[in-house]
């Protein structure tokens, strides 16, 4: 059966005056449950609040727009309210609750993108709910509650019966939410745009890489995650993944060409994406990325922690690495040609500038 790696946009499930969510849907999207991934995207107007909720799944939650505050609680731990902005990656584990708020005028917007290999359903989250009409507590019986919450059962009531919404509301902007803490922050989030690069090319790209060094909890998540910045017209270094791991991809801004090749050298994916496009590369399968006149960003996360990537061009590639003698007979070609080819690419790595 042939894979349908088309990029998709995302489709709005619900929402209201405080904001909206999205989330990409495996029948359209098939890599999605073949690869046991899930995508999704939060967007909060001024005074939106997404109530609180955990998954079934872990994440990587990435702002892609706006500021605003974020409350995490760990299992078994005090909740840590903390200021976000455009940028920052933030580790989900587990069993996490979280909520999320934005305060000013600009739309607030995360991206999350996580492994659902232990979800309800291959492909998609499933949030669970502390309170709204779709809450947990609306499925206990008054009895239960009351005696759950030790409070009289016309209180259980009126907590589990007040909250009308679904999953997001608009609070009047008289109500005060629990201040960020700074220290709050640390352990918890990396700003990518802030970060050092683990890649700069002049005239091609820049990479940041999020790992189990830079932010220790995404060992717990079990993905890493990178930031790409790709110059005007580059091109991306052809490569796969060369640790068993699928690469989910949105394109942040800007756009460009991409194809990707299979098995039997077969291409399985060629055309033009777009900011707000998510497309996934299978495991062992090639990519290759050349950007618009204006560039391309986009963020990834590789189903793995601390990725790794063979790249099939450049400085650092396997060709550069193989004998001469092995060249020329793997591509059956004359001394001459393959001399060629060895001496071009010998400075640059993973991204070129545009020809001259």
């Not at 059966?1 to 495996?26: E, F, I």
């Not at 999704?40 to 994440?59: E, I, R």
């Not at 009047?172 to 989030?189: A, N, S």
């Not at 990725?307 to 001394?335: D, E, I």
Request: charge should be neutral; hydrophobic fraction near 40%.
């Amino acid at each position: 059966m042939d894979l349908d790696l088309t990029p998709r946009l995302a489709k709005q499930v619900y929402g209201g005056d405080g904001g909206s969510y999205h989330a990409w849907c495996p029948n359209e999207l098939p890599m999605l449950k073949e690869g046991n991934v899930g995508a999704a995207k939060l967007s909060l107007s001024k005074n939106g609040f997404a109530l609180p909720k955990y998954s079934d799944s872990a994440k990587v939650a990435y702002v892609l727009q706006g500021c605003g505050v974020a409350g995490i609680v760990l299992p078994e731990k005090e909740e840590k309210v903390i200021a976000i902005k455009k940028g920052d990656a933030i580790a989900l584990p587990f069993g996490v609750v979280t909520w999320w708020y934005n305060k000013d005028d600009t739309e607030l917007v995360v991206l999350f993108l996580g492994d659902t290999k232990t979800a309800h359903k291959a492909g998609s989250f499933t949030d669970m709910y502390l309170t709204g009409s779709n809450g947990i507590f609306t499925g206990f019986s008054t009895e239960f509650v009351s005696r759950a919450w030790n409070v009289e059962e016309s209180v259980a009531k009126t907590l589990v019966s007040s909250q009308t919404a679904k999953g997001i509301v608009k609070l009047d902007t008289t109500f005060q939410m629990p201040e960020p803490k700074q220290g709050d922050r640390d352990g918890m989030v990396l700003n990518c745009e802030e970060a050092p690069l683990d890649v700069d090319i002049k005239g091609g790209g820049k990479v940041v890489g999020l790992n189990t060094k830079n932010l220790p909890l995404v060992g717990e998540v079990g993905l890493g995650a990178d930031l790409v910045r790709l110059s005007g017209s580059a091109m991306c270094s052809p490569g796969f993944s060369c640790d068993s791991a699928l690469q989910v991809t949105y394109i942040l801004r800007g756009s460009g060409r991409v194809q990707v090749v299979g098995v039997d050298g077969k291409r399985v994916l060629e055309t033009h994406i777009k900011a707000g496009c998510l497309f996934i590369v299978p495991r062992f399968f090639v990519v290759s990325k050349i950007g618009d006149p204006d560039g391309m960003e986009w963020f990834s996360i590789i189903t793995t922690p601390n990725p790794m990537f063979t790249h099939l061009a450049g400085r650092t590639s396997t060709w550069k690495a193989l004998s001469p003698q092995v060249l020329q007979a793997a591509f059956n070609v004359s001394p001459d040609v393959q001399k060629q080819f060895s001496s071009k690419r010998t400075a640059e790595e993973i991204f070129f500038p545009p020809p001259n």
